[in-house]
């Protein structure tokens, strides 16, 4: 059989360092019914669309039964001309850079301080919890809280800092609004991811470092923050995946009814509104809205390629 | 506490940067608890009152809030298809990429490491990508279906392959590590007592793995029932959307309708779920997207 001659090699590989022969061969028969369905299914409703979506980026289609032209760049030409489409593109890179800026400062503080600090376990699971709910959820209740009548600013006003009082969400300060709201739904993860690492580095390096007459800030410095290298490079890379994506958040801001104003449309929501064609009844533009998911990837692989450069050469070994 | 004689002014700085940190992270913590109990005691009041007095207690405890939100919002319908559509979609899920997983980890041999990593790159591509082939293939699928085989579609169908599809990545990755981490020795102690490669797997490897597998099943759960944008996209009808969507709905009613109490009580429906699946799996959830992703 073809199977077998296939196998051949890894079956004498099996019996050079195992025992069994014929049982390896048994179990790499039973490697792809287990492992096709799935592998099958990613393939082609996952892998292969996914192709076809930089494919759709250098077309105009709009589905089975109308016409598929070819338009080259044209798709990309466009984009580039429109304004909505750069502002969103700005935000969006806005977003993802001021608020990884953020939570980087706050894992920072957190890895100082909350290694040592009384009831951390507590902590870590609170902060984490913003996480685990709906960003819808988040989003209208952050946004009620800052809504002109909302608690923000009738805290102020009852504080008497009538001055401070804002149309948080007015067209100016709606994006501030909106990374605040991202940053308290995000950092408690990025806290505990980060603190797992600290969590794995050995008690002892500590102790030398207090024997040897170093603060906390120094520990930081010069224990934690040279070991957990890895993973801040891994939080980052996560941190740009997620916050390119950024669309739920903002949609709550605004509701379904209307269309969100330019200043607070990350790509993904301009990419939204293309696909549907808006609320307001506009034509679905599906090879720009390809072609901007093919960017948002391109932006994507870039932050990903350059969050290595933070990771180490050589790999960890403790001990 | 660090034991030396002389207090340099850098080390006076970095102690009370330490309790500034600390005490910036009590109120982080407490800012978040006082987060839920705002929007919960929310859900309990008159819409008047949530403007007039946004901290208090309720004058009167509007339960009827949850009703209204459940029957004319028509949150309970949605609350039903989300129920649906996330269980069907993490049991599909779970039965396509533990096998997956365990064959990866276990039977692949050589081809293990390059499918692993495979399935690991649909996890870093952007869902966007993937968006107008989904809305394409979505509305394909209905129009061959109905023209050709059933003679009806319901988009939720799509809905929930597509949950599956674009959850397997994740899924398998991280069920992969849970299983190569399992020791080899029993499945050669199974082995030599007879067991069948497919009974060892299902009977021992399975079995063992399962807070593995209960931890992914978990946070499938939490990420689907959270997900919106894919409903948005592809059910076009307000029956058969799912909870976070008809919450959308309501709130862009509001002008019309002004029924915050209801709203709230609509974010309670949504939130409770993840609050209680929380207290419960806590340590695992936590654990499970924190180093599952960090290996």
């Known amino acids: ?319 | 506490m660090t034991g030396s004689a002389r207090h340099r002014p850098a080390e006076v700085f970095g102690a009370s940067l330490i309790v500034l940190i600390r005490a910036g992270l009590w109120l982080w913590v407490l800012f978040n608890l006082a987060m839920v109990l705002w929007v919960m005691l929310n859900s309990v009041k008159t819409s008047r009152s949530i403007f007039a007095n946004p901290v208090g207690l309720p004058d009167t405890w509007m339960w009827e809030n949850f009703a209204t939100a459940w029957s004319t919002s028509g949150l309970g319908a949605a609350t039903l298809n989300s129920v649906i559509l996330v269980t069907v979609s993490v049991a599909l899920i779970m039965g396509l990429s533990v096998p997956a997983a365990y064959a990866v980890a276990r039977l692949g041999g050589r081809s293990s490491g390059p499918v692993a990593t495979f399935f690991a790159v649909g996890m870093s591509i952007p869902f966007q990508a993937f968006a107008v082939p989904m809305v394409l293939i979505s509305v394909g699928l209905s129009r061959f279906m109905i023209d050709w085989i059933t003679g009806a579609w319901d988009p939720r169908v799509t809905v929930a392959l597509f949950y599956v599809v674009l959850s397997l990545p994740f899924s398998v990755f991280v069920l992969i590590g849970y299983f190569r981490s399992l020791p080899g020795e029993l499945e050669e102690a199974a082995a030599l007592d007879g067991a069948t490669p497919f009974r060892t797997f299902w009977q021992i490897m399975a079995p063992l793995a399962r807070p593995g597998i209960t931890t992914v099943a978990v946070l499938n759960v939490l990420t689907l029932w959270n997900e919106t944008v894919i409903v948005l996209m592809l059910v076009p009808n307000q029956r058969m959307q799912t909870l976070n969507v008809a919450l959308l709905n309501f709130y862009s009613n509001m002008q019309y309708t002004s029924n915050w109490g209801g709203l709230f009580a609509g974010v309670v429906i949504v939130v409770l779920p993840m609050i209680v699946i929380y207290l419960w799996f806590g340590r695992r959830i936590v654990n499970g997207m924190t180093q599952g992703i960090g290996k």
């Open chain 1, 1 to 319: 059989m073809v199977a077998d001659t296939v196998a051949r090699p890894a079956a004498r590989r099996g019996r050079a360092t195992a025992d069994g022969g014929a049982l390896h061969v048994e179990r790499r028969r039973l490697y792809l019914p287990l492992l096709l369905p799935a592998l099958i299914a990613y393939l082609l409703f996952f892998v292969v669309p996914s192709i076809f979506g930089v494919v759709l980026s250098f077309a105009e289609w709009s589905g089975l039964g109308t016409e598929f032209s070819w338009v080259g760049v044209a798709n990309y030409a466009e984009l580039l001309s429109s304004r909505m489409f750069l502002s969103s593109f700005l935000n969006t890179v806005l977003l993802t850079l001021v608020v990884g800026v953020a939570l980087f400062l706050i894992a920072v503080a957190a890895m100082v301080a909350l290694r040592t600090a009384r009831a951390g376990a507590f902590i870590r699971s609170a902060v984490f919890l913003p996480f685990m709910i709906s960003p819808i959820a988040v989003g209208l209740a952050v946004s009620f809280l800052f809504n002109p009548k909302g608690m923000v600013n009738t805290v102020l006003g009852l504080a008497g800092l009538d001055a401070l009082r804002q149309p948080w969400l007015g067209p100016e300060l709606i994006f501030r609004v909106i990374m605040a709201g991202v940053v308290w739904s995000a950092a408690g993860f990025y806290v505990v991811l980060v603190m797992s690492a600290v969590d794995g580095i050995p008690p002892s390096l500590y102790e030398v470092a207090r024997i040897e007459g170093a603060g906390l800030i120094q520990q930081f410095r010069y224990v934690t923050l040279p070991l957990t290298r890895d993973m801040i490079a891994t939080a980052a890379a996560l941190w740009a995946i997620a916050g390119i994506k950024t669309f739920e958040i903002v949609i709550a801001f605004v509701g379904t009814a209307g269309t969100p104003p330019p200043e607070a449309r990350t790509l993904a929501v301009e990419q939204y509104l293309r696909v549907t064609g808006g609320r307001i009844g506009g034509m679905a533009q599906l090879g720009q809205a390809a072609a901007i998911g093919v960017v948002m990837t391109a932006i994507t692989v870039v932050l990903i390629v350059l969050s290595r450069r933070i990771q180490r050469r050589d790999r960890l070994e403790w001990s």
